[in-house]
């Protein structure tokens, strides 16, 4: 999980990351993706969408487990890097 950093949003720490595209249809692709990843698990990420670049933020708000940064959301954040390297293959 490299790459990955700590940060916090509403007072709750998460991990984030900025993926880079060179297109913005990939990038909307991207989105796309982790929104059927977050939907499937009932778990939701901070996604924020520019042109050539979508920033994704995992943690748990509350939870049986508590909040912060569980096992889930480093789980959904190697699944990302993986979404990452499918759709960002070059272009042909």
């Known amino acids: 999980m490299s790459e990955w950093i700590s940060c916090q949003y509403d ?3 998460h991990i984030e990351k900025t993926f880079v595209f060179k297109k913005y249809s990939r990038a909307l692709a991207f989105c796309n ?3 059927c990843l977050a939907e499937a ?3 939701h990420p901070r996604i924020v969408i520019e042109w050539g670049r979508v920033s994704v933020a995992w943690g748990t708000h509350q939870s ?3 909040s912060g940064v569980l096992a889930i959301d480093k ?3 190697q699944r990302c890097d ?3 390297e499918q759709l960002n293959l ?3």
């Open 41 to 43: 698990h009932i778990h």
């Open 11 to 13: 007072n709750i720490d």
């Open 82 to 84: 993986a979404l990452y």
């Open 75 to 77: 789980a959904l954040a």
């Open 33 to 35: 993706a982790i929104a």
């Open 90 to 92: 070059p272009l042909s």
């Open 64 to 66: 049986d487990e508590g």
